[in-house]
């Protein structure tokens, strides 16, 4: 009786054994499988490029690195008292030349052709000259300087702001040397710009 008794508890534990080792394997596959599902996914939805809770969008932080980058005072999201004693807010503001930036993202602006256009009359009054840069679909506004982005075909990597952001530069009528802009090559930089904006305006 000992010798089988002995028999079945080595069987036992080979069966314990291979038990354990099968819900292990299990376990570690679920985790594996977890983790690659968990990742946040990078997606081209215009409406997700911007930031609902503060306001801010990628393309918007592209405008500001470079602007940083090239040694141009600003200030984000100015808010500038005008006749009426109402404040209109400016995504970049520069003090120097008196000149305001707007990204317009179509998502958002597409129904405020009339508020926009306010805005820019208001402001022209304070002697501040605006420059739009606005998606397609939007068009053109009274009031602004309009640079009406075309092509968003490489919305993903932010590629399609190159050419639009060069233009700015260009009409903003501030002699810089080799305007030099690529945001594939920048990106990592201008996420570090990124943070510390966020720290500024948190």
């Given amino acids: 009786?000992?010798?089988?008794?002995?028999?079945?508890?080595?069987?036992?534990?080979?069966?314990?054994?291979?038990?354990?080792?099968?819900?292990?394997?299990?376990?570690?596959?679920?985790?594996?499988?977890?983790?690659?599902?968990?990742?946040?996914?990078?997606?081209?939805?215009?409406?997700?490029?911007?930031?609902?809770?503060?306001?801010?969008?990628m393309p918007e932080y592209c405008i500001g690195y470079y602007l940083?980058?090239?040694?141009?005072?600003?200030?984000?999201?100015?808010?500038?008292?005008?006749?009426?004693?109402?404040?209109?807010?400016?995504?970049?503001?520069?003090?120097t030349y008196k000149i305001g930036i707007e990204y317009d993202g179509f998502y958002w602006h597409k129904y405020k052709v009339n508020k926009d256009t306010e805005k820019n009359l208001m402001l022209k009054k304070e002697n501040i000259r605006m420059i739009r840069i606005r998606e397609k679909g939007l068009g053109y506004i009274t009031g602004s300087d309009n640079i009406i982005i075309n092509d968003m075909s490489e919305y993903s990597t932010y590629k399609f702001l190159n050419e639009p952001l060069v233009k700015l530069f260009y009409r903003l009528g501030i002699q810089i040397q080799n305007i030099d802009i690529d945001i594939e090559r920048d990106f990592k930089k201008i996420l570090c710009f990124k943070k510390s904006l966020e720290k500024i305006t948190a």
């Fill in 68 to 95: 940083q980058k090239y040694q141009i005072n600003f200030k984000y999201r100015y808010k500038k008292k005008c006749a009426d004693s109402k404040r209109r807010e400016i995504d970049f503001y520069l003090p």
């Fill in 1 to 57: 009786m000992s010798v089988i008794k002995s028999i079945l508890h080595f069987i036992i534990s080979i069966v314990k054994y291979i038990i354990r080792k099968k819900v292990y394997s299990f376990l570690r596959k679920c985790r594996h499988e977890w983790r690659a599902t968990s990742k946040p996914k990078i997606t081209t939805n215009q409406n997700v490029a911007h930031n609902s809770q503060s306001g801010q969008s």
